[in-house]
Every structure is written in C-alpha cells, then in structure tokens.
C-alpha cells in the first residue's frame, strides 16, 4: 500500500496535474514489486466533497483528473484520460438511483474529465433503470439535443421488452436482457456508483451497480448475491466495454441500505477509482467494515452478510479480490482514516 | 401446461372481440374501452400486499411464498411484482392483465373439472421461480413496467367471465401466487356471482395463503416439475420439498386438484423418479388424483434437448398407472388414447378427448354409465361451488 499525503488539496486542475505527476513519480521509485502483479486503486479526499449539501462541483473535477493522473501513470491529463477513452467512443456512465444514489456532481465532474479525452458530450450518456428513478436522484434527463445524454433504459421506446435486448443473454446460472444502452448505443462503459451497505449483499458497489443493466435483478439476489454478482459483470456486454470505475464515496452509508439512511451516513469526502472494479470492491469494502468497527457495528459476516461475490468475481478474472494484490494510492486524507 | 398467452393491446382486442362467444363481440369490444393500457414504473398498480411482517429498519420478510424474502426499503422480492415501499409491501399487478384468453378448461390442464367448459384465463407478469424451460417467459420472467398491461378490476373480469358464458376464472399463465391479492379478490367476488375460480400454479406458496386462498378457489392444478430437489435447485431455482407441502394441504382441504409432470428427457424421465413419484401421490393425494405428463417441447433457456419421446411419456403412464393412480393422462401429444379418461373399473371411455375437443360420452352423474364407478371431479358448476374450503 502506498499513501501520497497532501497537506494541502489542491482543487484547481492545472496545480492537481503538476502535483499529481509529482506524486506518482515518487512512488514509482518506492515500487519494488512488478507493476503489472497489482491493480491499482486510488481513493482521493478532500473536505469539499464531504459537504452535506452536496460535494463542491469544481472540487470534483479537480479530485477526479489528480485521481485519474495517480491511476494512469501518465504526466498529463489528455494522456491520462485518453489511455481509456477515445474521441470516437460513446461512453455510458452507469449510475446507481436505488436508494442512496450516486450524487450529480460527481457525474458532472466526471463528463467535464472525459472532455480531456476528446470525447463529445453528445457522446456521453449519464443513464441507470428508469427516467423515473433518475428524476428522483435529481438528474435532469436528456434524451436529444445537444450536451450529455441522460436517460434510463427504460425511457429508450423502441423495440424491445421495457429498453432492454431482446435476446437473452447468460453467462452463469440465470438468464437475462441487458439494457439496449449497454448493447446499442455504448462502446465504452464507466461504473459510477454509491458506497452503501446493503442488506443482502452486504456491500453494493461497483460489481453490483450492474444489476441495473438487466431486466430481472430480483432473481439474482439469492445467497448474498454471489456468485450472481459476478455472472451478471462476467457477461461480455459488460465485461468487453468496462473501461473505469469512479464511486462516489462523497457521503457513504456504512449501515442500512440500499434505502438511504442519514443516519448511517458519513462525511468520508472520497471519490475511489480503479480500471478493476474487483480491486475498487475490495477497497470499498474495507472502508465500510473499518467504519462499522469505529462505530461499534459488528463486520458484516457477523451480520450473515459476508461480501462473498468478491471472491467469485476474481474466480472469475474480473479483478483482484485479495487486498494483498492492490496498490492503493491515497490521495488526501488517509483512506482508512474514517472518522 | 397452458400454451402461450395473448399480450399486446392488439392480441388483447382480439380475444376480447372474438373469444369462445362471438355473439357477444359487440359487446366485449365496447367493455375493451375500460381497460386501460398502462406501461411503465410510474402507471404500476399499487396495491397492499396481504402477506408480509415488518422487520427492523423498514424492512420486510413476506410471507407467501417459501422463499420468505427478506427485502428492504425501496427493494423487491423475487417474484420482481412486490416492492417495500417505506416499510409497507405492496403488490405492484393488482389488476393488471397482460394476458387474457378464453381457453378451454382442458388446455389448463383440468380433466376432471367441468368438461368441455371454457375459462376465461388471465395473467400479471411475474413468477416466484425460474424454469429454464418455461413457455411463458416473456410474462413470467419480467417487471410490470416492463410488460404492457391493462387495468381491469376483478369485478371486471368476472363480468368478462360471465358475459363469455364462462363458469370459471383461471388464474394461469405466469405464476398467479405472485399476483395474490388480485386473484384472491377476484375469486371472492366470482363465488359470490355463481363464477369459480382454479389456481394453475406451480404451487410455491406456504400453507396460510394457500388455505385462505382456496376459500375462494374452486379448483387446483400444481405443476410438479419433478421429484428431485437437484431439479427443482438446477432448473427452477426453487426447491421440491415446499410443493410437497402444498400438495399435501391441498389434500388436507379436499379442494379438487390436478398434477401435471412435464417430462423433460434425461432430467427428470428416468422410471424410478416416476415410480417414486406416483408412489408419493397414491400415498400422499389417493388414487384418484389426476396426474398429466405433459410433453416437453425446446424453448427458452433449454434449447438443447429434444422434445419428449412419446414411448417416454406412454412409459411414465404405465408406470403410474401400475403404481395405482387410476387417472394418468399424457398432454400435449394430440390424437393419443392417453387424453381420454378411463373408467378404472370396467375400463370403458367415459370422457373422450381429441386435441381440444372433448365429449362426455359415458359418465351420467359423476359415474361410469357401464358399471355406475364413482369418477371422482367436479362434474357440475353446482359442485364446484358448493363448497368453501380452507
């Protein structure tokens, strides 16, 4: 694990990629170990975007492009963002509206990055189930226009049962429809979820946020959710267009979800990004059990909910599951400090 | 096993205007205008689900079928049609038709239940299992924003059942467990108006729904999938021993019900689970149970198997016939002696069955007109109602 703390964060874009370049420089003379044996996670905090109110739109931008340089390698932004998104790629940010949700800004500040990739706005699309859930969210929808797309799958119309495939699609013990967003109109997809607790599941994350991409998550939701989880993101419609994982961890919950509950909720000020949503997983998860134990909670397999889709996915070659094997990058204040 | 359901606003007009009583098609199409098309998660039919408790931090555990669904705010259950809303369950297709037919009451299958009758058949979208095999997927298998439906409430679809010169309502289809409320009040309300009501269902339900809901209900066909609880986990992410449960129940209240085994080749046809099987329901239900196995035909996320062979199905009646079930039919195999039924014993035919047509050709009073043999069944719209179990 390497940390890079600042005393200082910087919110300002062009100051962020100067220090950033900086701080991966440094840890690259710290690396014995092969670069590839490790995926690479970054969590980036900052007091901006721990506001209740919302986090601070231009300390979003500011945390996502230093994340993105830390979690690239590379020196500049154009480099960073376009070593996962081309001009020509239309990108699907998949945000989780169930509950808790993933908060606009974040999102915001993410369509405001992909522009260093050169990417069209009118090629980005901000999407989840329904128009319906996304409203309720505080998303503004957009289905035509100029700007960034925003709509769910089922305010598609269309062909299809609801705005998803119609052929029926399995890579595990269930069978599904994916969203035509995924299918039709996305070559390069973005997990853009919440860091919440969940009853069944015992995490929902980024691995997870995909069950919005199916028309029948209530089938996938038996035994904590594993190995569905897994079967559900191992699907080439995923797994072939899955380029990064940004989650808000603005405001996460450590108890009591899905449902959004203030009560459990902190002001981690965070935002995580991984290109391994496993690895992201993990470190999400270690958050959370690490703010439950702080507050007295019992972990979550003392609850009957273990996060056993974790290790189904990396069975799977979706990730790393094994904290051993991810580099975490800390950027701002530690990641395991939770408060 | 039913065959596929009318959906669609077209399909829907359509049967309304040209079902069994094509005198009536004026009529029916007029009453086609209350039925209101709705789609989408904003037009859902919200209404109080009958079996749940709540739990802590607004969650609840429902309590109609066996598989108890933990759910926590603003989740669904299994089925994907009842959803916690703020601590309150709600069933999301009370009255939401996606599906309406005036089928014959053999296509239900229901052999020994007013014969060469119609019912008027009806579906919501949802199931509480997942049969790889199953014909109505496009229903079963989705979310009521996901299926186009049509709000007509139950004193609406007994007056459609009445106006079409049905005696019952079949609650079919998807999987009618999921939409309870809705059948429960429509069978109520169609007792009340000298209408029945059969449940055709794969019988996942716990005992005090089942019981509460066959006060009301007329008649039962349970889909017994096969007598294995690998089959039940691989195939149906469901388990054998809560249909049993059921089975037995229903033989404990004495509503009429029939069995239908769809014998798919290699998974669940081989003679001893037959044997064990027919043994299970001689013991458990009596021989009179009438028991279908049905002929199984590639489709949805079993692609790789052949149809049935008929040898295999007339092997599985044989079996059971010898284990001592007087009544084994064969289903979906047109044309085959194994459609009629049998006095069991003088042997002669009493009811004749070819494809969809059917004529009673030696019972007279619930009896065999050659040897006076008591056929157990309800015979008469009389029978049927008569009685209020549970």
Known sequence: MKRLMRREFLSETGQAVAAAAVAVAALSTEDTRPALAKSRVVVVRHPALADAAGPDPRAVRGALDQAALALSGESDLDGAWARWFKPQDRVAMKVNCLGLATHPAVVAGLAQSLGAAEIAPERTIVWDRSDHELVRAGYTLRKRGSGMRCYGTDGLGGSGPGGYDTEL???GAIGSLYSRIITERCDALVSVPVLKDHNLAGLTCALKNFFGAIHNPNKYHDNGC??????????????NRLRLAVCDATQPQYNGGPPRRQRWQWPYGGLILSTDVVALDRVAL???????????????AAEQRPVRYLESAAARNLGKADLADIEIISIGTDWLDVG | MSTAPVTGRRAFLKTLGCGACAMCADCLLARAAWARQVQGRNQVAVHDAMWFETIEDNAVRCTLCPREC???????????????????????????????????????????YLPA???????????????????????SQFRPEQVTSYLVPPRDVVQLAVSHNSPTIAYTYSEPVVFYEYAHDTAALGRRQGVGSVLISNGYILEEPLRQL????TAVKVDL???TETFYADHCAASLAPVLDTLDVLADIGIHTEVVVLLIPTLNDSAAEIREMARWLVEHMGPDVPVHFSRFHPIYRMKNLPPTPVAVLERARRIALDSGLNYVYLGN???????STYCPRCGKMVIQRVGYRTDVVGLEDGACASCGCNIPGVWTQEQALAVRRG
């Not at chain 2, 009758?117 to 229903?139: D, R, Y």
């Not at chain 2, 066959?214 to 209900?217: A, E, F, P, V």
Request: proline share 5%; glycine share 8%; charged share 25%.
């Open chain 1, 169 to 171: 699609a399995t890579s």
């Open chain 1, 226 to 239: 594993t190995p569905f989880v897994a079967d559900v993101c191992a699907h080439e419609h995923i797994r």
């Open chain 1, 286 to 300: 270690e958050i959370l059990e690490r703010k439950r134990a702080v507050v007295g909670l019992r972990p979550l």
């Open chain 2, 70 to 112: 933990v759910v926590a705010d603003v989740e669904r259950g299994y089925c994907g049609v009842r959803e916690n809303q703020g601590g309150e369950y709600k069933t999301l297709v009370y009255g939401t038709l996606c599906s309406v037919n005036v089928d014959p009451i053999e296509k239900k299958p229901l052999f020994h």
């Open chain 2, 117 to 139: 009758t119609t019912a008027l058949s009806v579906a919501t979208p949802g199931c509480n299992m997942e049969c790889k095999f199953c014909q109505n997927w496009e229903i």
């Open chain 2, 214 to 217: 066959c006060q009301h209900l």
């Open chain 2, 225 to 227: 999938k096969a007598f």
């Open chain 2, 333 to 339: 195999v047109p044309f085959h002696e194994g459609e």
